[in-house]
T-cell receptor
């Protein structure tokens, strides 16, 4: 099966600075890598995703990079704002005999200091 | 509203009881999932159904039994509840297996 490792578990940055969260995956057949943001007491919501045929994707202040050779992908948030405070999850799609699913990392609690 | 919905939002019950959580999606998706999120926020898949057929069944006690009456609904029944079952349970759906998933609001289950 797929194993996804996520680091760090907690990240505290000053407002306006950048934040980077890193994930590694084990299954070289994985081809889809989403990032979810979960605010306190709310549901996880997709913020950005990347597929294995591209190396980088950007959406305003958020970007994701993928290194298939090294089997790692990262989330970059620039010009952080207080509303970016949340738990962020990376995930990787695993393919198992007709039953595809997502394996999630253990989450990163991002704290934006004013 | 186009969404994934779950009921109830909160469930408080005694050990040994049986309870159900209901999930519905009106996104027209073929695949639905149940996830358990424990106190450390770890999101772990429990089950996945594709077009009413069970396709993923992770290592979950057989006290947990999912049922999909049609592809828009996936319910979770739990027998003989234990303290360790306390968690937030999320339903989700996706158009394609293992692709972008849309989560319901969650059901916070507390077993006393």
């Amino acid at each position: 099966g797929e194993n996804v490792e996520q680091h760090p578990s907690t990240l505290s940055v000053q407002e306006g600075d950048s934040a980077v969260i890193k994930c590694t995956y084990s299954d070289s057949a994985s081809n889809y890598f989403p990032w979810y943001k979960q605010e306190l007491g709310k549901r996880p919501q997709l913020i950005i995703d990347i597929r294995s045929n591209v190396g980088e994707k950007k959406d305003q202040r958020i970007a994701v990079t993928l290194n298939k050779t090294a089997k790692h992908f990262s989330l970059h948030i620039t010009e952080t704002q207080p509303e970016d405070s949340a738990v962020y999850f990376c995930a990787a799609r695993y393919r198992g005999g007709g039953a595809d699913g997502l394996t999630f990392g253990k989450g990163t609690h991002l704290i934006i200091q004013p | 509203d186009t969404a994934v919905s779950q009921t109830p939002k909160y469930l408080v019950t005694q050990m040994g009881n049986d309870k159900s959580i209901k999930c519905e999606q009106n996104l027209g998706h073929d695949t639905m999932y149940w996830y358990k999120q424990d106190s450390k926020k770890f999101l772990k898949i429990m089950f996945s159904y594709n077009n009413k057929e069970l396709i993923i069944n992770e290592t979950v006690p057989n006290r947990f039994s999912p049922k999909s009456p049609d592809k828009a609904h996936l319910n979770l029944h739990i027998n003989s509840l234990e303290l360790g079952d306390s968690a937030v349970y999320f339903c989700a759906s996706s158009h394609v297996q293992g692709d972008e998933q849309f989560f319901g609001p969650g059901t916070r289950l507390t077993v006393l």
